[in-house]
């Protein structure tokens, strides 16, 4: 999980080879935890479990492989990134953000970073709206009952099913094992994919003006999207937060294939059984500490961004 460099503090320094070397290891990890993803669209085939961070939330290995320092953190003779978005001239290292240098003679030539301010002044609603999710989570207790059942709710008394693959205990006995538990998903984008016959089912009504107030640190989908959050805020993540935000996401991903109720044998996938009790305890102990780890880098984002206020 960890990265290749200790965390950055805002208003460090770094020199062209020092930012340099680091964003080669970062691609390189990058690459690393992407090869298998590249490889498999090279030979055109589709995975059910790991196709998932690509394709619903969209964003490209490319887009991994791009470091940056993080907010307030100056990057020496960088003149190549001074029209990035969401990047401002660097002030010297003796005056404060936007000044110039103490002897008026204004930023060093080519001394870039990346700019919280100038990210708020373009997106001020993401910037309030990614604060609130990161904050407002973090700080919520942690709901540990769902046993997974938002992807069984998705197949409930239907036919037809988003992945191409059966159930493993049958329609019949998928639709038993929801009727025999009790819905809690406390996440509009799972829950906007329930089935009509499950929505009545579940304890609450999620929507997007709601999110802000009800998504809490026990969700795993809310931990996959500490991933989405660090890519919205782009530049001002460094990079090494981001791709261990991915590695969360994508571990958070395999759980829950695990405990969903496809089969997946033929993709090597073992099936934490939550219609068992094993299978619930298994799956809790897992999910508490993925919100561990999303807390954790909910805490280190807020950190480096250093930005909007509560």
Known sequence: MSGTAGALTSRARLDRATWSALAEAHAARADALTAEHRARQARREKHPVHDFLFTYYGYKPGQLRRWHPGAGVALEDAPERADWRWY?????????????????????????????????????????????????????????????????????????????????????????????????????????????????????????????????????????DVYKWAMKLGPLVPGEILLDAFELARDIRVLDMEAAPYDLADWGVVPVRIETAEGKAEYVRRQREFAERGNALRARILEAWRGSAD
Request: charged content about 20%.
């Open 88 to 224: 401002s001239p660097a002030p010297e290292p003796d005056a404060s953000p936007g000044s110039g240098s103490a002897s008026g003679s204004g930023p060093r030539a080519g001394a870039v970073m990346p700019d919280a301010d100038a990210f708020a002044a373009d997106k001020p609603e993401l910037a309030r709206l990614v604060h609130a999710m990161l904050v407002r989570t973090a700080a919520r207790t942690g709901q540990f009952g769902c046993f997974g059942l938002h992807e069984w709710a998705m197949v409930y008394r239907t036919p037809e099913h988003r992945h191409a693959v059966p159930l493993r205990l049958g329609q019949a006995g998928t639709d038993a094992v929801v009727e025999q538990g009790e819905l809690r998903c406390t996440h509009i984008d799972a829950y906007r994919f329930f089935t009509p016959e499950a929505v009545p089912r579940n304890r609450l009504t999620p929507t997007r003006e709601t999110q802000p107030l009800l998504e809490q640190p026990g969700c795993l989908h809310a931990g996959m």
